[in-house]
């Protein structure tokens, strides 16, 4: 089993910045993939952005040049960098493992 605690949410005037972390625990972790998905109202979830067990960072084009993925592996954490933030960055955050285990979401809302 693999449990995923996402934190750092919250409310960000357009333009400003907000870093995510996925804290990783359980038995059954081990270094692979992780990623960030979001899912904003009547919309279905979508990659935002994700990072190999190594480090290399795939991103969304939606947010290529603005968020940044980073990994701690001794401290089996994920974060999200998140700059200019944009209203259309207002979602429910999700951290995955492998795309398999999904922490419960933390809130963005990009708003003035």
């Known amino acids: 089993q693999v449990q995923l605690v996402e934190s750092g949410g919250g409310s960000v005037q357009p333009g400003g910045s907000l870093t995510l972390t996925c804290a990783a625990s359980g038995s059954g972790f081990r270094i692979a993939p992780m990623g960030w998905y979001r899912q904003a109202p009547g919309k279905q979830r979508e990659l935002v952005a994700s990072?190999?067990?190594?480090?290399?960072?795939n991103y969304a084009d939606s947010v290529k040049g603005r968020f940044t993925i980073s990994r701690d592996n001794a401290k089996n954490t994920v974060y999200l960098q998140m700059n200019d933030a944009k209203p259309e960055d207002t979602a429910v955050y999700f951290c995955?493992?492998?795309?398999?285990?999904w922490g419960q979401g933390t809130q963005v809302t990009v708003s003035s």
């Open positions: 995955t493992y492998r795309d398999t285990y």
């Open positions: 990072i190999s067990s190594f480090g290399t960072p």
